[in-house]
């Protein structure tokens, strides 16, 4: 399958994003402290981890924000901690814009339970994104004080920016993203929990688009998120989201856009890039033309390059559609090596 356009919505400036202690890009120095290593400028450097992170929870059980470090150097570190902070925000920018991401996601919301600080975060992140790339911002937070923040500072030159999201739970963000001339990704989800199948995620947007609409939105304002869930939680998942892709196209019409979480999918699981990827193919033929995503593992390039006659592909498409029982064959395949 040639895919043209892939909207990627770069998701790896969020807060959330963790790596390992000790793995592969958080290691010790020999003075006994530690760092995150990155490039920048084609050279390696080092993002000092400061105490307040290797004291608390997550560094004990083995896991580190590294975003959240970059910002926290990046405001309140000092001389060259500080720099090294801005750096590593910046070097992901690049590294996604090109790749080819449409847009980048910023989320500063797990950084701390203040929101007069993650409002001034919001705002830094932003600002030291726009310095690195060309691309517009999707500001994403669940909170509307600290998406106005956001959006208050992109640069509108760059295109239109984005808000992540809008749902009937989150009706009040519609407002803000009509003040500030902003798409919107519009999420499924329910008024108060999450929708059990594809009935419930149209029932909720048959609420949902026309409010959107009447609030001055076109077609190709929106990103309609169908919600991907966990397949290790339900070996159906992977099906009803593809059978709520094709129901949102024939419903809403070719110029609204369908983008969503989808390495959601894959959580729990071996071979995750893999799984992403064959995912990302089987919601573009059903009518997806993009998603939230990591740009370096899926973009338009590598989707058309992927191979579905090819062994890998086949494991992964049968556990994404129900027909490999618990993924067992794929599971079995991993520990084998052969994916």
Not at 154 to 171: A, F, K, W, Y
Not at 273 to 299: C, S, W
Not at 312 to 337: C, H, P, V, W
């Amino acid at each position: 399958m040639q895919v043209d356009t892939f909207i990627g919505v770069g998701e790896n400036i969020h807060c959330t994003r963790i790596y390992k202690v000790g793995g592969k890009f958080v290691t010790q120095s020999p003075d006994g402290g530690w760092g995150i290593a990155y490039d920048a400028d084609n050279e390696a450097r080092t993002l000092r981890v400061p105490s307040l992170f290797t004291e608390g929870g997550d560094w004990g059980n083995g896991k580190v924000k590294h975003c959240a470090v970059a910002i926290w150097q990046g405001n309140y570190g000092e001389g060259e901690d500080r720099q090294a902070g801005v750096d590593y925000i910046q070097q992901l920018a690049k590294r996604q814009e090109a790749a080819g991401a449409t847009y980048l996601d910023i989320n500063v919301d797990e950084f701390s339970t203040d929101v007069a600080e993650r409002v001034k975060l919001m705002q830094w992140t932003v600002g030291v994104t726009q310095d690195a790339v060309a691309i517009p911002m999707s500001i994403d937070s669940s909170n509307e004080e600290i998406l106005e923040a956001g959006l208050k500072v992109c640069d509108t030159s760059r295109g239109r920016p984005m808000v992540n999201s809008v749902s009937l739970e989150r009706q009040d963000a519609i407002a803000v993203a009509i003040k500030y001339n902003a798409v919107v990704i519009a999420s499924a989800a329910g008024e108060s929990g999450l929708p059990a199948n594809t009935e419930e995620r149209m029932a909720n947007l048959d609420r949902l688009i026309p409010m959107l609409k009447a609030a001055g939105l076109a077609d190709g304002d929106l990103h309609i998120d169908p919600l991907v869930f966990p397949i290790s939680v339900d070996g159906n998942n992977g099906n009803g989201f593809l059978e709520a892709c094709a129901s949102v196209r024939q419903q809403f019409g070719a110029e609204v856009h369908i983008v969503a979480g989808l390495s959601n999918v894959s959580f729990g699981m071996p071979g995750r890039k893999l799984i992403n990827q064959v995912f990302t193919y089987l919601a573009v033929e059903q009518g997806a033309d993009g998603g939230i995503v990591d740009p370096m593992q899926i973009n338009a390039c590598i989707l058309s390059g992927l191979d579905p006659a090819s062994e890998s592909f086949t494991l992964a498409q049968d556990l994404l559609t129900g027909k490999d029982d618990y993924g067992m064959n794929f599971i079995t395949a991993s520990r084998e090596g052969k994916l």
